[in-house]
């Protein structure tokens, strides 16, 4: 089976600057991870992901459409929150630091540049952050999952203020175990 959710609210992708906390819950683009001399978090919230407990996760991937052009050196950590049924973001400052996340992390390392505006980009496999939390005894069908991204260098890509329709979008694979078919399901 597979699942594509975009992100769906504009609380569901922010930004922390790490020097104080602040939380950005309306930025019209997503710094990953500097604005300008500014380090940050960026945290992504997906809802309704409708994949059953202990799934067996085979493939689960970003897509980041570009917002600006960049070329700069950069590489990314992806981290998913270790939570059941991860909770919205709030302005409440360090929020998306204050979180735990899983032992299981991605890197994303050298980031090719992004020359074009508009075009999309694809994050390495997320697999063992999302079988880490499908797996946990209290994950259901239907809760919410949330990425962090940390590291050092820049790479612009949409939000859903800037502009809805381009809005980072998860996509997911997985085997639900027993099941000889699984209809594919789009959730936006």
């Known amino acids: 089976a597979s699942l ?5 609210s504009g609380s569901d992708d922010v930004e922390q600057r790490v ?33 059953p407990q202990g799934a067996v996760i085979t493939g689960a991937t970003l ?7 960049s070329s700069g050196a950069t590489s990314l950590t ?13 302005s409440t400052a ?7 996340v899983t032992s299981a992390a991605v890197s994303w390392p050298s980031i090719p540049a992004w020359n074009t505006v508009g075009e999309k980009h694809t994050s390495p496999d997320l697999l063992a952050l999302i079988q880490e939390i499908v797996s946990r005894a209290g994950w259901a ?3 919410s999952l949330v990425i962090v991204i940390d ?20 996509h997911v694979t997985y085997s639900s ?12």
Not at 4 to 8: E, L
Not at 155 to 167: D, F, H, K, Q, T
Not at 177 to 188: D, E, H, I, W
């Open 4 to 8: 594509d959710v975009r992100i769906a």
């Open 19 to 51: 020097s104080d906390g602040f939380m950005d819950m309306t930025s019209t683009d997503l710094e990953l991870v500097m604005d300008v001399s500014t380090q940050q978090l960026v945290g992504l919230r997906f809802n309704n992901l409708t994949i």
């Open 63 to 69: 897509e980041f459409q570009a917002d600006e052009t």
């Open 78 to 90: 992806l981290r998913s929150q270790a939570s059941d049924n991860a909770p919205a973001f709030s």
């Open 94 to 100: 360090y929020d998306l630091s204050s979180r735990p």
């Open 141 to 143: 069908s239907g809760n």
């Open 151 to 170: 590291g050092a260098g820049s790479r612009v890509a949409e939000s859903y203020e800037g502009l809805p329709a381009a809005a980072v979008l998860l």
């Open 177 to 188: 175990g027993g099941a000889t078919s699984t209809p594919t399901q789009t959730a936006t």
